[in-house]
């Protein structure tokens, strides 16, 4: 936590696992309110954006994939880190989204299916 404010101090920005940089205007300002804002968000960046990052990751991929596999899904809505899918066949996107990124910790996908957003959860 105190090298992601100190990159961010030195720097102006703090990465992403994936290089993605994230600025944070607000590290050297005198209001002292203002600058324990701009720490919380240098530490929480970087996982917040990681998690940015293989989300979109994940979309980028699935259009492609879900073409190539012949299957009619088609993604609708992202919430957070939530893909909606209008599909008959969830598993191909379990599989591209779990594969979106190579970490050190598994990357776990979870599915639902139902009627409506509400049901599928």
Known sequence: MESAKQHARDYGFVLTPFGRRCFIPQIRDKNGAMRA?????AINAPLQGGAADIIKRAMVRLPDALARAGLRARMILQVHDELVFETPEAELA???????????????????????WADAH
């Open 94 to 116: 379990r599989k591209i989204m779990s594969e979106a990124a190579v970490l050190s910790v598994p990357l776990v996908v979870e599915t639902g299916i139902g009627t409506n």
């Open 37 to 41: 804002y701009a720490e919380r968000a």
